[in-house]
């Protein structure tokens, strides 16, 4: 549990949790001032940091330049912006005044105003477990122009070096792990794409470049926005680095005035000391906990029929697909796209909510009765964000996607975007979404977003900018009204595979479809790096069939599976045409799956070995008493003698049971000299491993 307390005479306030403490203060100038972030210290100590800086005023530098904490532009400070206003006489620098502060439990907020102008900031400092959630909220009496409001600015201590993580991508290839020296300068990972995006995560790590995966201070943020975004690590020449991010949009200003409030999404911030493994736990820790709307549930084994019938759903091929996923032991029977209106490929139909009556001769309420006969929930696929021009929608309400007048409205995959600022459309969309879920008894929506936005304009709104906001906050509050009329409904979010991974939609989806790309090898690598932040409790991962329609790989089934099973395990191969000794062998690691999903789903995650171009990759999870290993090696050479795998996370005391071989190591070993794997040899060799504590 954490605490929050005032040091009156210092103006300044320390929060700490477990392991953190975290400080700041008034300046002088009642600005907003950074004083620690880092291992926990007790708070007769926070008066020694407090001491003044040597004064050094070289008429160039503000000496407290890259201190403050939410850093404002104006004055002498030159740093990365993170508050940029413009006041109605064209004012343009903050001088910030401090009004009060309010501490409620695990909660700091502390208010200041402008000195002149009638313009309000409140920062806001949420102890959540180990993860310190930062926003910042602006309100005015007067229209005030925002052209930049991160949510906060986090400043490291200052080290010898710095390292930044981050993850980069594209579409089947989301989730890449980089670690690189911090330049000099500023170094923006950002999206423009009113989505998240494939190719970058709202996160960063930050090391000093000697942390390795279990050894060394590792610091995080991570923001929870899904439309465009931007994180700045500002390295200058004082050795200082500094994180600001936030939402928004290059370019684009957004208004705060009378009524008109602006709150920023949250931004979190994570210290650890035990290198990249223990921040990741830490992650993981409070993304179950504090993020996702419900932690405790254990993920559904789910079929899903896209990459087998594609756009040619009917409820024939469905209910076939449907009766062989219920004998493998399937939970969750899910229909993808093409199930309405003029649906049949990706050139029509999008916006046509109105079931395929040629496929569905009866509408979709049979094959949903059927599937909940046979003892599976019932999931479809939906793109509300979407229209395709060939499209009744589109016909009818040309207005309604994002466009500039005299622009052209470029279309990628055929479509276009729906402005879901408009409250018109919104309801639109709440209307046949409520329907669909309500009328048909839909357990879960696998909510997809196939393109980012372009000519994002708004023709006859006074405010056209604020649909980049608006159109995630409308997003965001949509999803959240299904789900408290529908409360079983179930939501997995998915832009083109992984293109809507963050902690803002997964404080309403209970999973992410991590990639379109689910060639196993391929999903070794991408699963690493959504694993850095995100836990595997929320990501969904299919076992498809040979050829990867991606890669053009084949792997054997048991590695295909093992790889799926890391994660929330799913199936998506054209299971109606599975020889028998493929379906009794899905059958077998289903039910596998389902032993150990507790140990997968709610376990610590530890990375042995991280997957590497050849030899074993291998990870573990530990959730109470159990242990599970999955270790996988891609290629076998010159008759090379197995390694054993030492394990991680493990009491030394005690000994572990593997009632599969029949054997019992002691927990000291199993740390100390390793695990015999026992790997299958040849190629493609996969094991799943569980160990059970003895009592
Ligand atoms: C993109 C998703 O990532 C796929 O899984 C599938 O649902 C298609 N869209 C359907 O159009």
Redesign the pocket.
Known sequence: MGEIGFLDDHRTWVLTNDSTTYALRLDEDDVPAHVYWGPKLRTEDIPQLLEKPLPWWDGFNDPNEGLDELAADGGTKYWTPALQIRFADGTRALEWRYRNHEIHQDHLRIHFEDRHYPLRITLHYRLKSEVLERWTELTADTEVDVTRADSATWVLPIRDDYRLSHVTGRWAAETQLRRTPAPHGETTFASRRGITGHHANPWIMVDDGTATERHGEVYGVALAWSGSWRLTATRSSTQRLTISGGFGQDGVTQRVGPGNPLTTPVIAGLYTNGGFGTASRAWHTYVREHVLPHPRELRPVLYNS?EATGFDVDEVNQRTLADHAATLGVELFVV??GWFGARTG?HAGLGDWHVNRDRFPGGLKPLVDAVHALGMKFGI?VEPEMVNPDSDLYRAHPDWVLHHPHRRRSELRNQLVLNFARPDVEAWAHDWLDRLVGDHGVDFL?W?M?RPFSEAGWPGDADPDRLWVEHTRAVYALIDRLRQDHPSLRIEA?S??GGRIDLGVLARADQV?TS?NTDALDRLRIQHGYGQLYPARAMSAWVTDNPNFVTGRSVPLRFRFHVAMAGVLGVGGDIAHWPGDDLALARELIALYKDIRPVVQHGALYRLRPPADDGVTALQYVHEDRTVVFAYRQAAHFNAPERPLRLDGLDPADRYVDSDAGTTHSGAVLLARGLPLGLPTGDFASVVLRLRRKI
Request: proline share 0%.
């Open positions: 896209w993808d796209d990706d696929w696998k997809d196939n998915c083109g595979g479809w379109d």
